[in-house]
């Protein structure tokens, strides 16, 4: 094939590729090429183009840019991790993002044009942190990296990441996040990342369970309101899973199931005993309450050691519990799980059952039941993910100008409703794809009771030894009143200064 013959095909696959992306319904005329290309690593350089005519005014942008000095091909990369398929739109909707941001590049008359590989698995979120930092120390970090926003703060600290506090406002889709998620992006003030994805940590509950303990159909339908209600607390979740046990409806152990490892599932429990983290003071030191550590393993101890409503080995790092807890919904009385949960319950397992109808015919969801030893109200927590930029990026505008491009209330809402994640944008509360979304307009109310971990560079140290507490507590290693002190003066000797311990 001749050079000539080579670029006609890929400027029209270029022209075509914009065409899609920009949702535009017109066909280019045709395009005639006098010169070739001359191709030197990865920067691509056009002499000459002639365009007799194109429909749309994206491409005109692109081929006048092209005419007057030449394109610029950009190469970037994208780290992310996602549980496919139904999470696969966290780099996919990058990718999707690239025709409107290099039309935006030809639009403002810069020469460059972006790229994109993008690197997507399902890796074990420590190994994935591990990852990116290694990559960082060795010079070979992604420029954008999709993680949870509680790693801003070793990667900010440490200068892994860019600071974007003064590029926000040069993005109008910006404007569009949902305002108190920009709090989970902050440290010291400074914004170092954008929202992703949003999520809920609700309690899920059996209605076939429930029912054959002896609750009618109107106490089943009620019960979430009792819990937003904080009339159905912790304490009476607790009781009624060992009903449950007692009378045979599961068997002992499964009267709840929480997460088997540790994660920020575990903080909402301290926050709901009336535990602090950050300092109300307004220092960087992180804050241990003792009293409100003792309630919470108080409940774990509880809960394995002496109602037997879990198993006391629950924390054993087993995630394939999820195939079995959806064969039939008559296992486990209550789980605590996040929103996303549920597509890949209906996705995965459920397909020849009924997919989501089934999941909603037979299973409930509500916040986290209040401790009434504690707050008194229910509770969630919300992990957003974020796009963070690396320090290393040669590009870290047009880093920003493609993760603007993805921020779409349209790209959101198919990752949203694939994925059972909470929108992040303010247009998706009134936009019909979105709130025609059974489940997603259902756990919304979450985010009234919502709570986010701290990003705190101690962070890492502190919710390994919280959770240490909560093993020891509910395998019976430890009493409970033996753990708190074990977690303190592990803290002490971990973060010295860096922590507080209230008695």
């Known amino acids: 094939m001749s050079k000539q013959k080579l670029l006609v095909l890929l400027v029209g696959a270029l022209v075509m590729g914009l065409l899609a992306a920009c949702g535009a319904a017109a066909t280019p005329e045709t395009i005639t090429i006098v010169e070739t290309v001359e191709v030197q690593k990865e920067v691509k350089v056009v002499e000459t183009v002639e365009v007799e005519k194109v429909v749309t005014k994206e491409v005109e942008k692109i081929v006048e840019v092209e005419k007057e000095g030449g394109v610029q091909e950009v190469k970037l990369v994208a780290r992310c991790k996602a549980s496919p398929p139904y999470e696969n739109g966290r780099c996919d909707n990058l990718q999707k993002a690239v025709g409107a941001a290099n039309a935006a590049l030809a639009e403002a008359g810069d020469n460059r044009r972006i790229a994109l590989e993008t690197i997507q698995d399902d890796a074990d979120w420590g190994d994935y942190k591990t990852e990116f930092e290694l990559a960082s120390k060795a010079g070979e970090a992604p420029d954008i990296i999709v993680s949870g926003h509680e790693h801003i703060g070793d990667w900010a600290t440490a200068g892994f990441i860019v600071d974007i506090t003064d590029e926000i406002d040069k993005y109008p889709e910006f404007a569009d996040v949902i305002d108190s998620l920009w709090e989970s992006t902050k440290l010291n003030g400074r914004i170092w990342g954008v929202p992703q994805d949003a999520e809920a940590r609700p309690m899920y509950y059996s209605k076939l369970l429930l029912k054959k303990l002896g609750w009618s159909d109107e106490e089943i339908e009620n019960l979430d309101d009792r819990v937003y209600a904080g009339e159905f607390t912790l304490q009476d979740m607790f009781d009624v899973a060992q009903e449950a046990v007692e009378k045979g409806v599961v068997q ?51 809960a394995a050691q002496v109602r037997k409503i879990i198993r006391p080995n629950k924390l054993d790092g087993d995630w ?5 807890y959806t064969s039939k919904f008559d296992k486990v009385m209550f789980v605590f799980e996040g929103t996303w949960r549920w597509a ?53 505008d047009l880093a920003l100008l493609l993760i603007s491009k993805a921020t779409t209330k349209e790209l959101n809402t198919d990752y949203a409703v694939a994925s059972g994640h909470l929108g992040i944008l303010k247009s998706q509360s009134d936009y019909p794809p979105y709130v025609n979304a ?7 109310p979450l985010l009234d009771y919502t709570t986010f971990l701290p990003n705190s560079p101690y962070w890492s140290a502190y919710s390994e030894a919280y959770y240490l507490g909560i093993q020891a507590s509910e395998s019976g290693d430890l009493t409970p009143e033996e753990a708190v002190e074990t977690v303190a003066e592990q803290l002490k000797n971990e973060l010295g200064d860096n922590v507080i311990i209230l008695e």
Do not use: C
Request: proline share 7%; hydrophobic share 35%; charged share 20%.
């Open 252 to 302: 002992e152990g499964d009267g709840w199931w929480h997460r088997p490892s540790n994660g920020p599932d575990f903080l909402y429990y301290y926050y709901g005993a009336g535990g602090i983290v950050k300092d109300p003071e307004g220092s960087d030191a992180l804050v241990f309450d003792k009293k409100a550590a003792l309630k919470v393993y108080n409940l774990f101890y509880d």
């Open 320 to 324: 394939d519990f999820h195939k079995e």
């Open 344 to 396: 890949s319950w209906h996705t995965n397992y459920l397909q020849d059952v009924g997919g989501e109808d089934y999941l909603f015919e037979n299973v409930g969801f509500a916040p986290i039941p209040a401790n009434e030893e504690g707050t008194g109200k229910p509770i969630t927590l919300t992990h957003p993910l974020v796009y963070m930029i690396s320090s290393q990026s040669q590009a870290p």
């Open 438 to 444: 059974k489940f997603l307009s259902a756990t919304l």
